[in-house]
Structure formats: structure tokens, C-alpha cells
């Protein structure tokens, strides 16, 4: 048998054969070369999409607000939270309830208010003929659980309260309820105590805020019921007030 030049050279070897790429265009078709010199391909430059972070969160609308959400890692309550919860409701609400932080249960659920303190708001919205799924929203000043179900911190907070803002400028309620200190602390800035600033119209962005005791506290302290029922009842009429105020507004 016969071999071939290229063979020969394979079976003492001595490889790899070098070839021009004329002579390895001469090839058949079913023949390849052992090596042949390709020039190097320009690689096609990549433009990245700039990072979803990197755009302003008071341009955000709800879809994108809500992956912003899920994905922020903007304090170190992210480490332990199973989820994070931004609220529920009606978006088009005339009432917005903002508490504190999701305790256990909605860290799981991915809602706020669901456990014992969400089923005395819920009664507290029905004696006002109200639901959360009917021109209402429940929101939270912080988006993650505190571990242990503690008080949210200045900076969590801080660092929560863009999307809160802009949960409220998408909201445009017509009140807003502020459920405990740290909820006020987030919105108004303020460190008073509640007694102190129960009964008092405040205002944010034009919106009429009223201050009253956390569900989870009036848990805590029954008595205090009657207190947050007449906080709900001052909230209704500042409501009322602000809608027929702005129903006399010339066109």
C-alpha cells in the first residue's frame, strides 16, 4: 500500500504540516488541513445596558418600581429577608395606610398586615366601610423585616423612603395614615411622640396625613383602641374636607 506524502510524515512524527492557504485551497472537499494561517477577527464591541440602579427611582413606574424593590440591596436588612414587600391594594386609592416593617408572616407571604395586627386593621377599615382591595393601599415605611421584628433603623429607613415617595407621587392618595412612630419618623421627619401629634392635620406633596397607634400596639394595649378609632374618624373628615375643597376650585 501506498502512502501519501502527508501520511509518511504523520507516521515518523513529524507534525504539524504547514500548508499556504493556496495549496489548502486545493484540498477536496472532504479533506482538511492540518493547519492553515486564518487572520485574527475583529471582535464586535458589546455595548452594555446601564444597570437598572443607576436610573432614578422617582422615574420609575409601578412594573419597574417593583423589580427595583425585589432586587434592592441597598441596606443590610436585604441579607435575611425571604422576600421584599411593597404593598397591596387598590392603586388608583383614596386612603394609603404606611405602617412600619414586615414581620415574619409577610416576610413570607409577601404582603403587609397579614397576620394578627393586619386583621385588626382590616376590622378597623370594614367599621369605616372600607377594604384594602377597594380604594385602599397598606404600604410599609421599610420594604424588608427587621430581624426579630424589630423597630426599622434611621438609616433602613433612609434608605427605604425614595420608593415610599414614590409609591406615593404613583398613588396620589387622598389621605394618608401613618401607623406608629417609625412610619412618621420615615414620612414627616418627626420624633415626637404620637400622643403628641395625634389629632393633627399634617400635610405631604399636598396630601393630608394623619397620625395614629400601630395595630401590633393596640394589640398590646387595648384601651388604646378608642384612640386610633377617633384618629380614623378625624382622617375621613380631613379626607372629606380635601375633596370638597377641591371640588370648589375654579376650572
Not at 50 to 71: F, G, Y
Not at 101 to 125: T, Y
Request: aromatic share 6%.
Amino acid at each position: 500500500m501506498s502512502l501519501t506524502r502527508e501520511q509518511m510524515l504523520a507516521e515518523m512524527g513529524i507534525t504539524p504540516i504547514w500548508r499556504s492557504r493556496e495549496a489548502a485551497s486545493d484540498l477536496p472537499a472532504t479533506e482538511t488541513p492540518a493547519t492553515a494561517f486564518e487572520p485574527p477577527v475583529a471582535a464586535v464591541p458589546v455595548i452594555a445596558a446601564p444597570p437598572a440602579a443607576s436610573v432614578a427611582v422617582d422615574t420609575l413606574n409601578w412594573p419597574e418600581l417593583t423589580a427595583r424593590v425585589a432586587a434592592c440591596k441597598a441596606c443590610p436588612l436585604c441579607e435575611q429577608r425571604k422576600q421584599a414587600v411593597l404593598g397591596v391594594g387598590d392603586l388608583d386609592p383614596d386612603w394609603l395606610f404606611v405602617g412600619e416593617g414586615p414581620g415574619a408572616e409577610e416576610d413570607v407571604k409577601g404582603e403587609p398586615f397579614v397576620g394578627q395586627a393586619g386583621k385588626l386593621l382590616d376590622n378597623m377599615l370594614a367599621a369605616l366601610d372600607l377594604a384594602r382591595s377597594n380604594k385602599v393601599y397598606i404600604g410599609n415605611a421599610v420594604k424588608c423585616r427587621p430581624p426579630g421584628n424589630r423597630t426599622p433603623e434611621a438609616a433602613e429607613m433612609a434608605a427605604c423612603r425614595p420608593y415610599l415617595e414614590r409609591q406615593i407621587a404613583l398613588l396620589r392618595p387622598k389621605v394618608i395614615v401613618l401607623l406608629g412612630k417609625a412610619a412618621v419618623h420615615s414620612l414627616l421627619h418627626d420624633d415626637k411622640s404620637l400622643a403628641s401629634l395625634r389629632g393633627r392635620r399634617f400635610e405631604y406633596q399636598g396630601i393630608p396625613v394623619v397620625v395614629t397607634y400601630h395595630p401590633a400596639y393596640l394589640l398590646r394595649n387595648l384601651p388604646e383602641k378608642a384612640k386610633a378609632w377617633e384618629d380614623l374618624l378625624f382622617a375621613r373628615r380631613c379626607l372629606r374636607e380635601a375633596a370638597a375643597a377641591g371640588s370648589q376650585l375654579p376650572l
